[in-house]
């Protein structure tokens, strides 16, 4: 096994979904902490925004691409991308995310595609893609953001929680191949972060994560030490564990229906 590699060099960082939310706030981070920056999701004018704030902080090169994760060919594109740029990555932070409401799962089987695409298909071949390179250069780090949902049954989606759960169940899988390979692979599982992520995708949620939301700068800070610190998985803040904690009791195959009932109960009264 090798050392681990050296945090401290300026390293390049390529965030997925950095045009809000987390992700623009794990892209503000690494810039603070002195790294150069290639900035992904599929919203040009704010990918712009946050390199016109990462910028004005007279911080180092930052590199948007607009790409479209649902897209099965995105992960070669952005591959092909930095390497036509010469832009080795050192750093890969799988952000990008949506939710998907049962209804829509049920009424538009595009909508599948799509989450599975962006979670499962887009999120592995970056990982094998960039990983591959970092094991020939025998340094690297990756961090996927997955989710508490990854470890309970959600009434409210039936793709999320389990394109989160591949997520992990990847991270954990390269986590333990590639430390070998002198990289290091962390898995974010956060509970509910202060986000646009609620409204954006119409999101109802329960008392016990509205109340105690964890403020995306926050979140990014712990993820990002733990990815630099080699620990295989995080689950940010006590209230994140305590979310995780009770999620896990409270909503199981045998108390589904119950769940179900209450959570649409709440949709209803909205
Ligand atoms: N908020 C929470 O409570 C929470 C809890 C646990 C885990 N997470 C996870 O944290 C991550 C970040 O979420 P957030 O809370 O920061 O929400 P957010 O503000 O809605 O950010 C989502 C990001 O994903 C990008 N994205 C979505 N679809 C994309 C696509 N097809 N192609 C490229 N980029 C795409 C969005 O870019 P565009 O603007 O281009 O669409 C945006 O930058 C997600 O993976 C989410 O599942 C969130």
């Known amino acids: 096994?090798?050392?681990?590699?050296?945090?401290?060099?300026?390293?390049?960082?390529?965030?997925?979904?950095?045009?809000?939310?987390?992700?623009?706030?794990?892209?503000?981070?690494?810039?603070?902490?002195?790294h150069d920056l290639i900035l992904v999701s599929e919203n040009l004018p704010e990918l712009n925004?946050?390199?016109?704030?990462?910028?004005?902080?007279?911080?180092?090169?930052?590199?948007?691409?607009?790409?479209?994760?649902?897209?099965q060919d995105s992960a070669e594109r952005i591959f092909e991308f930095c390497r036509r740029r010469n832009m080795p990555v050192d750093i890969l932070i799988n952000c990008a995310g949506i939710f998907l409401n049962i209804d829509r799962e049920l009424n538009n089987i595009k909508c599948v595609e799509s989450i599975i695409n962006l979670h499962v298909m887009s999120l592995a071949k970056l990982c094998f893609l960039f990983g591959g390179v970092m094991?020939?250069?025998?340094?690297?780090?990756?961090?996927?953001?997955?989710?508490?949902?990854?470890?309970?049954?959600?009434?409210?989606?039936?793709?999320?929680?389990?394109?989160?759960?591949?997520?992990?169940?990847?991270?954990?899988?390269?986590?333990?191949?590639?430390?070998?390979?002198?990289?290091?692979?962390?898995c974010l599982t956060p509970g509910g972060i202060r986000t646009n992520f609620f409204r954006a995708n119409d999101v109802l949620l329960p008392p016990v994560i509205k109340y105690s939301l964890i403020e995306p700068d926050a979140c990014a800070e712990i993820g990002i030490?733990?990815?630099?610190?080699?620990?295989?998985?995080?689950?940010?803040?006590?209230?994140?564990?305590?979310?995780?904690?009770?999620?896990r009791i409270v909503s199981r195959p045998s108390t589904y229906d119950c769940i179900k009932k209450s959570y649409f109960s709440m949709m209803s009264r909205r």
């Open 49 to 71: 925004r946050v390199k016109g704030e990462i910028e004005a902080l007279r911080a180092g090169p930052v590199t948007v691409l607009a790409m479209d994760l649902f897209k």
């Open 135 to 186: 094991m020939g250069r025998k340094q690297g780090y990756i961090l996927n953001v997955s989710s508490i949902a990854a470890e309970f049954c959600d009434p409210a989606s039936l793709t999320y929680g389990p394109t989160k759960r591949f997520i992990l169940a990847l991270s954990e899988a390269l986590h333990c191949e590639w430390k070998n390979h002198n990289i290091t692979v962390t």
């Open 1 to 34: 096994m090798y050392g681990k590699p050296d945090a401290r060099k300026r390293l390049t960082a390529l965030i997925t979904g950095a045009s809000s939310g987390l992700g623009e706030s794990m892209a503000k981070n690494l810039s603070r902490r002195g």
């Open 225 to 247: 030490n733990a990815m630099f610190r080699g620990k295989l998985r995080i689950t940010p803040g006590i209230f994140g564990k305590l979310q995780s904690l009770f999620l």
